[in-house]
């Protein structure tokens, strides 16, 4: 069964101080590791898609990258907007049809100014 | 261009009552996928649709049916509601079953 743990559950961080946050995932046949974006009683915002172990995104001052047991959403200098919880989710395509998303709980990332 | 579409936002309503949500996918995408959001959890899948049909189910009782319409469009139905059943319900669209999944708003539902 596919399983994502994220970690830390919550991280807080001082505006300009960059951290990382982390995504391990155990899945049968990787098809895409999404990284959303989710702020309090909104729906979750899609920011990257990885498919294989040494990609990376960016955007702005976030980065993803991708092994082949685990993802880091690297975030450079910070600012109060980037307040969120962070998910991430794995795709694994049946060979019949569906493609499911398997979550991990978040990590809530509070900057302070 | 609009985006993924919810209704309502908020929903009360008492145990064993049912429910219906409404969803309307962005434009162009024709796959709509249906999840569940406890309060300080990750959604959890429900069911995909796809050219009307439900092609994939995760680990939720019958009492969760959905339909969708010629227009792309889905509702997801709850029969006899549980307090368990208090959640945010998410809906997501893509382009095809393979696609990236955008999500709309989310509707809030409070079971009493």
């Known amino acids: 069964e596919d399983q994502v743990t994220q970690s830390p559950e919550a991280l807080r961080l001082q505006e300009g101080e960059s951290s990382s946050l982390n995504c391990s995932y155990t899945v049968s046949g990787l098809r895409g590791l999404f990284w959303y974006r989710q702020d309090p009683g909104k729906g979750p915002e899609f920011l990257f898609t990885?498919?294989?172990a040494g990609e990376e995104k960016e955007k702005e001052r976030l980065k993803a990258t991708l092994t082949k047991k685990e993802s880091f959403l690297h975030i450079t200098a910070p600012k109060p907007e980037d307040s969120a919880t962070y998910l991430c989710?794995?795709?694994?395509?049946?060979?019949?049809?569906?493609?499911?998303?398997?979550f991990g709980e978040g990590t809530q990332l509070t900057v302070n100014p | 261009d609009a985006g993924v579409t919810q209704s309502p936002t908020h929903l009360i309503k008492t145990r064993g009552q049912q429910v219906t949500l409404r969803c309307s996918p962005k434009?162009?995408?024709?796959?709509v996928s249906w999840y569940q959001q406890a309060l300080g959890q990750g959604p959890q899948f429900i069911f995909q649709y796809y050219e009307e049909e439900e092609r994939q189910r995760g680990n939720f009782p019958d009492r969760f049916s959905g339909h969708q319409f010629p227009n792309y469009s889905s509702e997801l139905n709850v029969n006899a509601l549980l307090l368990g059943d208090s959640a945010l319900y998410l809906c997501a669209s893509s382009f095809a079953q393979g696609g990236t999944q955008y999500f709309g708003p989310g509707t809030r539902l409070l079971v009493l």
């Open positions: 434009s162009g995408h024709d796959t």
């Open positions: 990885l498919y294989s």
């Open positions: 989710a794995v795709r694994h395509i049946k060979e019949t049809s569906g493609s499911r998303l398997t």
